[in-house]
C-alpha cells in the first residue's frame, strides 16, 4: 500500500494510486506540490496529524474531492492548491492557518460554507466564483484591504459572514451592504465591494458580468437583465433567476452555447426578442416545481407563454412555416435541425459554403428539391429512418459529401439528386443523369396524320380530320392559318406537339383518347378549348397559351401534367373539383386566376408559382402540398382550410411563434406563398425570388435590401405596405415596374420615399412630401445640375447622388446655396454636412492623391467631365474601359499617365485638353474610336506609343514645344489625312506615322532641321 506514496524527507511528492478514498500515512509532514493534481476520481481524503503545510496545486482539478478534514496541526495552504474541486461543499480550517494564497478556493463552485477563524490575510481570488458559498468565518483582524483583488468575485450567494470576535451578519442578499444607510463592518463591506465588481448594476439592472462561470445565482433585487449582459459566455452551464426579475433584454444571453438549463421563480418574465438566440445546448426551464423541457418546434397545450417565447428564439436561426423547414439564417458549420421539422423545403441550405455536418432529427419525412445543393464543404448528413422521399437535386454538386446512411423507409430518390457528388460511395439509387432511352418510332396507320406532316403549311384554317387513330408529333406545328380544329375521335392519340406554335388557333373540339405533351403548347391566340374522352392531360399540353380564357373538361379527368397550363395568363378560372393530381408548375404564371379549390389533390412542386391575381386558396385536411405550391402568389390573402377561412397580410404569420394561433397546414400555405421572399430578422427583404407580373409585399415588411428585386423583368407592378420605409442601393433596377415608373414621372416616389430620379433632368426641386431620398436615387445622373431641397427634414441615404459629376449646385431648406467648383472646395469650403456629402458623392467617381493627382475613377459613366482641381491622371486610371465615350478635362489637368485610356475602345472624344502639357507612353494605345482630342502649344512631350492603333482619329495638333515625336507615336492612325510638323520638332521616330494609309500630306515648317526615322512614315500608300 506504501508503494503508492512517494514520500522524501516528510514530503509527500507523488502518489501512484487510483481509489476514491485516499487516506495520507502517518509522518507526512508536508503535501507537495501537484502530487494529487487532476486525479479527478478522488472522492475523499484524510490528513494526518502533524501535517503542517499543502503546497501549491496539490489538489488542483479534483473535480469529484467532496470531502477533507483538515488537521489542527495545518498552517500554510499554498496557491491554487483547491482550484477547480467542484464537488467540495465545506471547509473547516484550524486556527493556525493565518493566510490563504493566491486562488486556493479558486472555482469551488460547490463549496458553501468556509471557516477559517485563524485566517487574517487573504490571497487574490482566494475564492473566487465560489458561486454556492453561502457562510464565511474569518479572524476578525482580517486584512481586508484586498479584497478588492477579486478575492469573493463571483460568490453572489453569500448571505452570512461572521468573526472570530464574535460579530455575525445577516442578508438575504449582500448588495444590502453597499446600499445600506446604516452602519456596515468594514470587513461585511469590503466583501460586498469585492463581490459586485464582476458585475455592473445601475437602478436593478444587471448591465455587465464580468466572470464566465459555470453556474451562477442572480442575487434578489435585480429587476432585469441588460442587452448582451451575458453575450458570448461560453463557460456558463446554468443561472438561477431572482423573484424579482421582471424583464430580459435582447440578446442578453445570446451564443451562451454551453447553457443547458434557465431556473424562474416567476413565470411574468418579459423575454425581449433575441435574448437567448445561439443558446444551441438550452434543454431546459425550471419553474417552480416544473420543469419545461425545450428542443423541439411543437409546444403542449397549456405550456406557459414564455416557454413558448424561449423556444422560439433557441430556433429563430431555422425559419420554420407549420412542419416545414424553409430556410437556415445561421452560421454554424454543423447545424442541428429542430425536432418536429417533418420537410426540409426547397433551397432550405443551398449554396452554404460554411455548412460541414448536418444532423436531421426522427421527425424529417421529405428533403425537398435543391435543398443542399452546392453545399460545397459539407461532409457528412445523418438521416433518419423514417425518411422517405429524397427529391431532384437535394444534394446535387455536394463535392465533399463522403456520409450518408440510406434509412429503410426511403421510398423515392429524385432525378440529380446526388449528381456531382464525388466523394460519395453510392449503391442502389441514382446519382446523376439516366442515360437515354431510344423510343422506337411509331407505325402510322391509312388513316392517321403522319408526324411532320403538315408542318409549317400555310393553306389551313379549319381543321376537321376524318377519325384518324393518330395525329403525329408536330403534323401541324406551326401552321399560321390554322384558325379553329375539331376532332371527333374517342380512340385517337395526339401526339406531342402536334399543334404547337399555331400563332391564329382561336378555337379547338378534341375528343380523343390521348393528348401527349404540348400537343398546343404555344398558340398565343388560342381563346376556348373543349375537350373530352380524356383522363389525363400530359406535360405542357396548353403550356403559354396566354390568351386562352374559357376551357370544359371531361368529368373524369383526374390528373394534370406538369407546366399543362403554364403561363396561361389569361385563365380567368378552373374547376379542380375532381382533380387529384396536379403536377409540377402546371399552372404556374395564370395570372387570372382568381381562386383555387383543391380537393383530395396531390398538388406538385411550384404547381401554382407566381399566379400573381390568386386571392383565395381553399382546401381540405386529405390536400398535400408539395415544395413552394402556391411560390410567389403574394396578391393571395385569405386560406379557407376545412371550411374555416384565415386572412393573412403579414410575413410572420408563415412563422412558427409562441403567439400563432394558425394551424399548421395554413401555416405551409402562407410559408409556400412568401417563400418568394428572402427576409432578415429586421423583417426587410434580402432578395426576390420570384417571377411574377404583380408583388404585394407583406404589411410587415419594413424595407428592402440593396438590389433585393434587381434585374426582375417580369415584375410589372408592386403594391408598397403603410410602413415600408427604406429602400437600398438598386433595389429595384431593372424591373418592369420601375421603368414603368421612369415613363410615368422623373420621380418615383413610394411613402415619401424617392427611390428612383434616373429620369431627372437638369434640375431636381425635392419638396416637403419627400421624407428620404434612397440610396442610389439619383446615381450616374449626369444631366442634373442644379438640386433644390425645400424641407430640412429631407434625409439622404449614402449614396444617393453617387457619380453626378454635374451637379454644381445644391440650395437648401433655409435658402442658401451652395456650389462645387473644384475638388478642393470640400475641404476649403465650409458646406453644411448634408451639402458636403453630396457634393462628395457627385465626385466619388474621382479619387485624388497627393497634389491633384487622379489614382482612381470609374469608367462606368459614358460622359465624363473632370471638376477642376484635378491636375495629373495616373496611370491606367481608364485602361480598358468598356463605356467611356466621352471625357471633358480640367483646366488644371497638366499630365495624362501612362496606359492612361490604353484600350478604352469607345472613347470618342477628349476635350479642354489645351492645358496638357506631358502624355506619357501608351496613354491612348488601342482607343480604336477616338476621333478628337484637343491639344495645344502647350504639350511638351509626348510618349512612345501615345495614340497608337487611334484609327479614327482624323486630325492631329502637333504642339510647337515639342522636339521629339517618338516611336509609333501615331502607328496606324487609319484616318489621319494631313499633319503640321513646327520647327520645334527635331526628331520623328522609327513608325512614328506608320500605316496612315490615309495620310496624304505632311508639312515642315523647317523639313532640315528633323531627323527622320528611315520608317517613320512606312506604308503611308497616299504620300
Same mark, same amino acid.
Given at each position: 500500500?506504501?508503494?503508492?506514496?512517494?514520500?522524501?524527507?516528510?514530503?509527500?511528492?507523488?502518489?501512484?494510486?487510483?481509489?476514491?478514498?485516499?487516506?495520507?500515512?502517518?509522518?507526512?509532514?508536508?503535501?507537495?506540490?501537484?502530487?494529487?493534481?487532476?486525479?479527478?476520481?478522488?472522492?475523499?481524503?484524510?490528513?494526518?496529524?502533524?501535517?503542517?503545510?499543502?503546497?501549491?496545486?496539490?489538489?488542483?482539478?479534483?473535480?469529484?474531492?467532496?470531502?477533507?478534514?483538515?488537521?489542527?496541526?495545518?498552517?500554510?495552504?499554498?496557491?491554487? =492548491?483547491?482550484?477547480?474541486?467542484?464537488?467540495?461543499?465545506?471547509?473547516?480550517?484550524?486556527?493556525?492557518?493565518?493566510?490563504?494564497?493566491?486562488?486556493?478556493?479558486?472555482?469551488?463552485?460547490?463549496?458553501?460554507?468556509?471557516?477559517?477563524?485563524?485566517?487574517?490575510?487573504?490571497?487574490?481570488?482566494?475564492?473566487?466564483?465560489?458561486?454556492?458559498?453561502?457562510?464565511?468565518?474569518?479572524?476578525?483582524?482580517?486584512?481586508?484591504?484586498?479584497?478588492?483583488?477579486?478575492?469573493?468575485?463571483?460568490?453572489?450567494?453569500?448571505?452570512?459572514?461572521?468573526?472570530?470576535?464574535?460579530?455575525?451578519?445577516?442578508?438575504?442578499?449582500?448588495?444590502?451592504?453597499?446600499?445600506?444607510?446604516?452602519?456596515?463592518?468594514?470587513?461585511?463591506?469590503?466583501?460586498?465591494? #469585492?463581490?459586485?465588481?464582476?458585475?455592473?448594476?445601475?437602478?436593478?439592472?444587471?448591465?455587465?458580468?464580468?466572470?464566465?462561470?459555470?453556474?451562477?445565482?442572480?442575487?434578489?433585487?435585480?429587476?432585469?437583465? %441588460?442587452?448582451?449582459?451575458?453575450?458570448?459566455?461560453? %463557460?456558463?452551464?446554468?443561472?438561477?433567476?431572482?423573484?424579482?426579475?421582471?424583464?430580459?433584454?435582447?440578446?442578453?444571453?445570446?451564443?451562451?452555447?454551453?447553457?443547458?438549463?434557465?431556473?424562474?421563480?416567476?413565470?411574468?418574465?418579459?423575454?425581449?426578442?433575441?435574448?437567448?438566440?445561439?443558446?444551441?445546448?438550452?434543454?431546459?426551464?425550471?419553474? @417552480?416545481?416544473?420543469?419545461?423541457?425545450?428542443?423541439?418546434?411543437?409546444?403542449?397545450?397549456?405550456?406557459?407563454?414564455?416557454?413558448?417565447?424561449?423556444?422560439?428564439?433557441?430556433?429563430?436561426?431555422?425559419?420554420?412555416?407549420?412542419?416545414?423547414?424553409?430556410?437556415?439564417?445561421?452560421?454554424?458549420?454543423?447545424?442541428?435541425?429542430?425536432?418536429?421539422?417533418?420537410?426540409?423545403?426547397?433551397?432550405?441550405?443551398?449554396?452554404?459554403?460554411?455548412?460541414?455536418?448536418?444532423?436531421?432529427?426522427?421527425?424529417?419525412?421529405?428533403?425537398?428539391?435543391?435543398?443542399?445543393?452546392?453545399?460545397?464543404?459539407?461532409?457528412?448528413?445523418?438521416?433518419?429512418?423514417?425518411?422517405?422521399?429524397?427529391?431532384? #437535386?437535394?444534394?446535387?454538386?455536394?463535392?465533399?459529401?463522403?456520409?450518408?446512411?440510406?434509412?429503410?423507409?426511403?421510398?423515392?430518390?429524385?432525378?440529380?439528386?446526388?449528381?456531382?457528388?464525388?466523394?460519395?460511395?453510392?449503391? @442502389?439509387?441514382?446519382?446523376?443523369?439516366?442515360?437515354?432511352?431510344?423510343?422506337?418510332?411509331?407505325?402510322? %396507320?391509312?388513316?392517321?396524320?403522319?408526324?411532320?406532316?403538315?408542318?409549317?403549311?400555310?393553306?389551313?384554317?379549319?381543321?376537321?380530320?376524318?377519325?384518324?387513330?393518330?395525329?403525329?408529333?408536330?403534323?401541324?406545328?406551326?401552321?399560321?392559318?390554322?384558325?379553329?380544329?375539331?376532332?371527333?375521335?374517342?380512340?385517337?392519340?395526339?401526339?406531342?406537339?402536334?399543334?404547337?406554335?399555331?400563332?391564329?388557333?382561336?378555337?379547338?373540339?378534341?375528343?380523343?383518347?390521348?393528348?401527349?405533351?404540348?400537343?398546343?403548347?404555344?398558340?398565343?391566340?388560342?381563346?376556348?378549348?373543349?375537350?373530352?374522352?380524356?383522363?389525363?392531360?400530359?406535360?405542357?399540353?396548353?403550356?403559354?397559351?396566354?390568351?386562352?380564357?374559357?376551357?370544359?373538361?371531361?368529368?373524369?379527368?383526374?390528373?394534370?401534367?406538369?407546366?399543362?397550363?403554364?403561363?396561361?395568363?389569361?385563365?380567368?378560372?378552373?374547376?379542380?373539383? @375532381?382533380?387529384?393530381?396536379?403536377?409540377?408548375?402546371?399552372?404556374?404564371?395564370?395570372?387570372?386566376?382568381?381562386?383555387?379549390?383543391?380537393?383530395?389533390?396531390?398538388?406538385?412542386?411550384?404547381?401554382?408559382?407566381?399566379?400573381?391575381?390568386?386571392?383565395?386558396?381553399?382546401?381540405? %385536411?386529405?390536400?398535400?402540398?408539395?415544395?413552394?405550391?402556391?411560390?410567389?402568389?403574394?396578391?393571395?390573402?385569405?386560406?379557407?382550410?376545412?371550411?374555416?377561412?384565415?386572412?393573412?397580410?403579414?410575413? =410572420?404569420?408563415?412563422?412558427?411563434?409562441?403567439? #400563432?394561433?394558425?394551424?399548421?397546414?395554413?401555416?405551409?400555405?402562407?410559408?409556400?406563398?412568401?417563400?418568394?421572399?428572402?427576409?432578415?430578422?429586421?423583417?426587410?427583404?434580402?432578395?426576390?425570388?420570384?417571377?411574377?407580373?404583380?408583388?404585394?409585399?407583406?404589411?410587415?415588411?419594413?424595407?428592402?435590401?440593396?438590389?433585393?428585386?434587381?434585374?426582375?423583368?417580369?415584375?410589372?407592378?408592386?403594391?408598397?405596405?403603410?410602413?415600408? #420605409?427604406?429602400?437600398?442601393?438598386?433595389?429595384?433596377?431593372?424591373?418592369?415596374?420601375?421603368?414603368?415608373?421612369?415613363?410615368?414621372?422623373?420621380?418615383?416616389?413610394?411613402?415619401?420615399?424617392?427611390?428612383?430620379?434616373?429620369?431627372?433632368?437638369?434640375?431636381?426641386?425635392?419638396?416637403?412630401?419627400?421624407?428620404?431620398?434612397?440610396?442610389?436615387?439619383?446615381?450616374?445622373?449626369?444631366?442634373?445640375?442644379?438640386?433644390?431641397?425645400?424641407?430640412?427634414?429631407?434625409?439622404?441615404?449614402?449614396?444617393?447622388?453617387?457619380?453626378?459629376?454635374?451637379?454644381?449646385?445644391?440650395?437648401?431648406?433655409?435658402?442658401?446655396?451652395?456650389?462645387?467648383?473644384?475638388?478642393?472646395?470640400?475641404?476649403?469650403?465650409?458646406?453644411?454636412?448634408?451639402?458636403?456629402?453630396?457634393?462628395?458623392?457627385?465626385?466619388?467617381?474621382?479619387?485624388?492623391?497627393?497634389?491633384?493627382?487622379?489614382?482612381?475613377?470609374?469608367?462606368?459613366?459614358?460622359?465624363?467631365?473632370?471638376?477642376?482641381?484635378?491636375?495629373?491622371?495616373?496611370?491606367?486610371?481608364?485602361?480598358?474601359?468598356?463605356?467611356?465615350?466621352?471625357?471633358?478635362?480640367?483646366?488644371?489637368?497638366?499630365?495624362? @499617365?501612362?496606359?492612361?485610356?490604353?484600350?478604352?475602345?469607345?472613347?470618342?472624344?477628349?476635350?479642354?485638353?489645351?492645358?496638357?502639357?506631358?502624355?506619357?507612353?501608351?496613354?491612348?494605345?488601342?482607343?480604336?474610336?477616338?476621333?478628337?482630342?484637343?491639344?495645344?502649344?502647350?504639350?511638351?512631350?509626348?510618349?512612345?506609343?501615345?495614340?497608337?492603333?487611334?484609327?479614327?482619329?482624323?486630325?492631329?495638333?502637333?504642339?510647337?514645344?515639342?522636339?521629339?515625336?517618338?516611336?509609333?507615336?501615331?502607328?496606324?492612325?487609319?484616318?489621319?489625312?494631313?499633319?503640321?510638323?513646327?520647327?520645334?520638332?527635331?526628331?520623328?521616330?522609327?513608325?512614328?506615322?506608320?500605316?496612315?494609309?490615309?495620310?496624304?500630306?505632311?508639312?515642315?515648317?523647317?523639313?532640315?532641321?528633323?531627323?527622320?526615322?528611315?520608317?517613320?512614315?512606312?506604308?503611308?500608300?497616299?504620300?
Amino acid at each position: 500500500m506504501q508503494d503508492r506514496f512517494i514520500i522524501e524527507n516528510g514530503t509527500l511528492v507523488s502518489f501512484k494510486g487510483e481509489e476514491h478514498s485516499v487516506i495520507i500515512p502517518e509522518g507526512v509532514k508536508v503535501i507537495g506540490k501537484e502530487v494529487f493534481r487532476g486525479m479527478a476520481w478522488i472522492t475523499d481524503v484524510t490528513l494526518p496529524e502533524g501535517l503542517v503545510g499543502i503546497e501549491d496545486s496539490a489538489f488542483k482539478g479534483c473535480r469529484q474531492l467532496k470531502s477533507i478534514g483538515f488537521p489542527t496541526s495545518l498552517k500554510s495552504i499554498g496557491e491554487l =492548491a483547491f482550484h477547480r474541486c467542484h464537488s467540495l461543499e465545506e471547509v473547516i480550517l484550524p486556527e493556525a492557518v493565518t493566510s490563504l494564497g493566491k486562488g486556493t478556493f479558486l472555482y469551488c463552485d460547490g463549496l458553501e460554507t468556509i471557516i477559517a477563524p485563524g485566517a487574517k490575510k487573504l490571497g487574490t481570488q482566494a475564492f473566487a466564483n465560489c458561486t454556492h458559498l453561502r457562510s464565511i468565518t474569518l479572524n476578525s483582524r482580517i486584512d481586508c484591504s484586498n479584497f478588492k483583488n477579486d478575492v469573493f468575485t463571483g460568490c453572489l450567494g453569500i448571505k452570512e459572514i461572521s468573526l472570530s470576535d464574535g460579530y455575525s451578519y445577516h442578508t438575504d442578499n449582500l448588495i444590502n451592504a453597499l446600499i445600506s444607510d446604516g452602519e456596515v463592518h468594514p470587513v461585511v463591506r469590503a466583501a460586498a465591494e #469585492s463581490l459586485y465588481r464582476s458585475i455592473e448594476i445601475e437602478d436593478g439592472v444587471l448591465f455587465k458580468l464580468h466572470v464566465d462561470l459555470r453556474t451562477f445565482e442572480l442575487p434578489e433585487g435585480i429587476k432585469a437583465v %441588460g442587452k448582451g449582459c451575458f453575450l458570448d459566455k461560453k %463557460g456558463i452551464v446554468s443561472i438561477t433567476f431572482p423573484e424579482s426579475l421582471e424583464r430580459i433584454g435582447s440578446n442578453a444571453f445570446g451564443n451562451c452555447i454551453s447553457l443547458e438549463q434557465i431556473t424562474l421563480k416567476d413565470p411574468h418574465v418579459t423575454v425581449e426578442e433575441g435574448a437567448f438566440r445561439g443558446c444551441s445546448s438550452l434543454k431546459r426551464v425550471v419553474i @417552480g416545481d416544473r420543469i419545461y423541457t425545450l428542443g423541439g418546434i411543437d409546444c403542449a397545450g397549456g405550456t406557459p407563454r414564455i416557454i413558448r417565447q424561449i423556444s422560439d428564439q433557441l430556433i429563430s436561426d431555422f425559419y420554420i412555416s407549420g412542419k416545414v423547414l424553409m430556410s437556415y439564417t445561421g452560421s454554424e458549420e454543423r447545424v442541428t435541425v429542430p425536432e418536429g421539422v417533418e420537410v426540409i423545403g426547397e433551397s432550405c441550405f443551398e449554396g452554404n459554403e460554411r455548412l460541414d455536418r448536418v444532423l436531421l432529427p426522427d421527425s424529417v419525412r421529405e428533403i425537398h428539391e435543391n435543398a443542399f445543393r452546392n453545399c460545397i464543404c459539407m461532409q457528412s448528413v445523418v438521416m433518419p429512418e423514417g425518411l422517405r422521399a429524397i427529391r431532384r #437535386s437535394a444534394f446535387e454538386n455536394c463535392r465533399k459529401l463522403i456520409r450518408f446512411n440510406v434509412p429503410a423507409g426511403l421510398e423515392e430518390v429524385g432525378f440529380a439528386a446526388f449528381r456531382g457528388c464525388v466523394s460519395l460511395e453510392t449503391e @442502389g439509387f441514382e446519382t446523376g443523369t439516366p442515360a437515354a432511352v431510344r423510343v422506337p418510332d411509331r407505325v402510322y %396507320g391509312e388513316n392517321d396524320i403522319p408526324a411532320y406532316r403538315y408542318c409549317f403549311d400555310g393553306s389551313f384554317t379549319e381543321l376537321v380530320p376524318d377519325k384518324p387513330g393518330i395525329i403525329g408529333k408536330y403534323a401541324f406545328s406551326v401552321c399560321p392559318e390554322l384558325r379553329s380544329v375539331v376532332i371527333n375521335a374517342p380512340g385517337c392519340i395526339v401526339e406531342k406537339y402536334a399543334f404547337e406554335k399555331c400563332g391564329s388557333l382561336k378555337k379547338i373540339k378534341v375528343t380523343a383518347g390521348r393528348i401527349e405533351k404540348g400537343a398546343f403548347s404555344f398558340c398565343r391566340e388560342l381563346e376556348e378549348a373543349e375537350i373530352d374522352g380524356v383522363t389525363e392531360l400530359e406535360e405542357e399540353v396548353f403550356a403559354g397559351c396566354s390568351s386562352l380564357k374559357k376551357i370544359r373538361l371531361p368529368e373524369g379527368l383526374s390528373r394534370i401534367g406538369r407546366r399543362c397550363f403554364d403561363e396561361c395568363t389569361s385563365l380567368p378560372g378552373f374547376d379542380f373539383s @375532381g382533380i387529384r393530381h396536379i403536377g409540377e408548375r402546371a399552372f404556374e404564371r395564370c395570372d387570372s386566376l382568381k381562386e383555387v379549390r383543391l380537393i383530395k389533390a396531390e398538388v406538385g412542386y411550384h404547381a401554382f408559382a407566381d399566379c400573381a391575381g390568386l386571392e383565395t386558396i381553399l382546401l381540405d %385536411g386529405e390536400t398535400r402540398l408539395q415544395s413552394g405550391a402556391f411560390f410567389g402568389c403574394t396578391f393571395a390573402d385569405r386560406v379557407v382550410f376545412c371550411g374555416t377561412e384565415y386572412p393573412f397580410s403579414e410575413f =410572420a404569420q408563415s412563422r412558427n411563434t409562441a403567439g #400563432s394561433l394558425l394551424p399548421v397546414r395554413v401555416q405551409e400555405v402562407i410559408g409556400s406563398v412568401y417563400s418568394c421572399f428572402e427576409v432578415s430578422r429586421r423583417n426587410s427583404i434580402v432578395r426576390y425570388k420570384g417571377d411574377a407580373s404583380k408583388v404585394r409585399i407583406p404589411e410587415d415588411i419594413v424595407s428592402a435590401g440593396d438590389e433585393a428585386f434587381r434585374d426582375r423583368l417580369r415584375v410589372e407592378d408592386i403594391r408598397f405596405p403603410a410602413g415600408f #420605409s427604406r429602400s437600398g442601393r438598386m433595389t429595384f433596377s431593372g424591373t418592369g415596374w420601375l421603368e414603368r415608373k421612369r415613363r410615368e414621372a422623373e420621380f418615383t416616389v413610394v411613402n415619401g420615399l424617392l427611390i428612383d430620379a434616373a429620369g431627372c433632368g437638369e434640375k431636381a426641386v425635392i419638396d416637403g412630401s419627400i421624407s428620404r431620398i434612397c440610396s442610389w436615387a439619383f446615381a450616374g445622373n449626369t444631366r442634373i445640375k442644379e438640386l433644390v431641397l425645400r424641407s430640412s427634414r429631407t434625409a439622404a441615404d449614402c449614396f444617393a447622388f453617387r457619380n453626378c459629376i454635374n451637379l454644381k449646385t445644391v440650395t437648401c431648406a433655409d435658402g442658401k446655396t451652395y456650389t462645387l467648383e473644384s475638388c478642393t472646395d470640400l475641404t476649403e469650403k465650409d458646406y453644411p454636412e448634408t451639402v458636403r456629402r453630396i457634393f462628395s458623392e457627385c465626385i466619388n467617381c474621382f479619387k485624388l492623391e497627393g497634389e491633384g493627382v487622379l489614382t482612381e475613377s470609374t469608367g462606368n459613366i459614358k460622359e465624363l467631365v473632370f471638376p477642376e482641381g484635378i491636375k495629373e491622371i495616373a496611370p491606367q486610371v481608364y485602361m480598358d474601359c468598356n463605356l467611356l465615350e466621352s471625357i471633358v478635362l480640367s483646366k488644371d489637368t497638366k499630365i495624362i @499617365g501612362k496606359c492612361a485610356f490604353k484600350n478604352s475602345k469607345w472613347l470618342r472624344r477628349v476635350g479642354n485638353a489645351e492645358g496638357v502639357e506631358r502624355i506619357d507612353a501608351l496613354a491612348f494605345s488601342g482607343c480604336k474610336s477616338l476621333e478628337s482630342i484637343s491639344l495645344s502649344d502647350a504639350l511638351e512631350d509626348l510618349g512612345k506609343r501615345a495614340f497608337e492603333h487611334c484609327c479614327e482619329l482624323k486630325e492631329i495638333h502637333i504642339s510647337n514645344k515639342l522636339t521629339v515625336i517618338p516611336e509609333r507615336a501615331f502607328f496606324r492612325c487609319k484616318s489621319l489625312k494631313r499633319v503640321f510638323i513646327p520647327a520645334s520638332v527635331k526628331e520623328i521616330g522609327t513608325q512614328a506615322f506608320a500605316f496612315c494609309s490615309e495620310l496624304e500630306e505632311v508639312i515642315f515648317e523647317d523639313r532640315d532641321g528633323v531627323s527622320i526615322a528611315e520608317d517613320a512614315f512606312a506604308w503611308c500608300d497616299k504620300l
